[in-house]
């Protein structure tokens, strides 16, 4: 199973980006799929989650911002709106065939991370 991960880059702050991963590999679909992110000298966080019914969970600090969406089996997106500063990291997409909330959750497959860079 292969994780690839697009998008990111650079952008002003308040602009918006799009990330999507790509599953491969697999005749089955992942129950969960999800977008982590860690900046420098941070721990890896959960940034949404999505379930193959379509149930989304966000992160608090990109709830109203963020759009997780499942586009096709197993592909994922990102869409992000309104960035911040703050929202600069490297970010991974994971996939799962466990349902899982993602949270201290290391398991699965991971994508390769992408960057994003929110100047001000």
């Known amino acids: 199973v292969q994780l690839q991960a697009f998008g990111g880059g650079l952008v002003q702050a308040g602009g918006s980006l799009r990330l999507s991963c790509v599953g491969s590999?697999?005749?089955?679909?992942?129950?969960?799929m999800a977008w982590y992110r860690q900046a420098p000298g941070k721990q890896r966080e959960l940034v949404a989650t999505?379930?193959?019914?379509?149930?989304t969970n966000y992160a608090d600090s990109v709830k109203g911002r963020f759009d997780i969406s499942r586009d096709a089996r197993n592909t994922v997106s990102l869409q992000m709106n309104s960035l911040k500063v703050e929202d600069s990291a490297v970010y991974y997409c994971?996939?799962?065939?466990?349902?899982?909330?993602?949270?201290?959750?290391?398991?699965?497959?991971w994508g390769q991370g992408t960057q994003v860079t929110v100047s001000s």
């Open positions: 994971n996939a799962r065939f466990y349902s899982s909330s993602g949270i201290g959750d290391r398991g699965g497959y």
């Open positions: 590999g697999t005749i089955f679909t992942f129950n969960t």
């Open positions: 999505i379930t193959s019914g379509g149930t």
